[in-house]
T-cell receptor
Framework: KAGVTQTPRYLIKTRGQQVTLSCSPISGHRSVSWYQQTPGQGLQFLFEYFSETQRNKGNFPGRFSGRQFSNSRSEMNVSTLELGDSALYLC?????????????FGEGSRLTVL | AQSVTQLGSHVSVSEGALVLLRCNYSSSVPPYLFWYVQYPNQGLQLLLKYTSAATLVKGINGFEAEFKKSETSFHLTKPSAHMSDAAEYFCAVSQNTGFQKLVFGTGTRLLVSP
């Protein structure tokens, strides 16, 4: 069974640009969550999607958005990039039978903003 | 609000020695508790979880953790460290809401010397 796949793995952008990151969950998993990992703030929850609906959102500005498609694949978008958006963005999926917090993570997309 | 505190950003042990990584939680409701491990340039992998069943929880790679409500602790242990255990370990908490949102601790980097 394939794991959670995130693309691209690495990318470099400049301030003011926007970026879209993609996540393909484990087959059959309908919940997809996104986390930001930085040395200063650690791991922070961005949002969770389930069956194309956002059902939970973290404390991030509106520049951070996401969506989920009917095949459960998810994308997150960051507009008007700032230097502080440089981070590892992790996607995680979970099955309907999983307890809250039991997640399978992808390897992440490392974003560098110059 | 829920939170977890991990004592010690770095822990160094010798190969074969006991591993003890500390985690204390704060939650107004019975929590679900987790330990995740992150190897360099990889995503997070679930080591073990506590979901209010047995208080002593066994996980992968010989790790275990004990839930102590009186101490609000969920420390991670392994009797004998291996070089391959060198990684960053994160304690996390969630609520039994059905929503997949984790609140992570700041992480503890485990260093294992020969």
């Amino acid at each position: 069974k394939a794991g959670v796949t995130q693309t691209p793995r690495y990318l470099i952008k400049t301030r003011g640009q926007q970026v879209t990151l993609s996540c393909s969950p484990i087959s059959g998993h309908r919940s997809v969550s996104w986390y930001q990992q930085t040395p200063g703030q650690g791991l922070q929850f961005l949002f969770e999607y389930f069956s194309e609906t956002q059902r939970n959102k973290g404390n991030f500005p509106g520049r951070f958005s996401g969506r989920q498609f009917s095949n459960s694949r998810s994308e997150m978008n960051v507009s008007t990039l700032e230097l502080g958006d440089s981070a590892l963005y992790l996607c995680a999926s979970s099955s309907d039978r999983a307890v809250a917090g039991e997640l399978f993570f992808g390897e992440g997309s490392r974003l560098t903003v110059l | 609000a829920q939170s977890v505190t991990q004592l010690g950003s770095h822990v160094s042990v010798s190969e074969g020695a006991l591993v003890l990584l500390r985690c204390n939680y704060s939650s107004s409701v019975p929590p679900y508790l987790f330990w995740y491990v992150q190897y360099p340039n990889q995503g997070l992998q679930l080591l073990l979880k506590y979901t209010s069943a047995a208080t002593l929880v066994k996980g992968i790679n010989g790790f275990e953790a004990e839930f102590k409500k009186s101490e609000t602790s969920f420390h991670l242990t392994k009797p004998s460290a291996h070089m391959s255990d060198a990684a960053e370990y994160f304690c996390a908490v969630s609520q039994n809401t059905g929503f997949q949102k984790l609140v992570f601790g700041t992480g503890t980097r485990l260093l294992v010397s020969p």
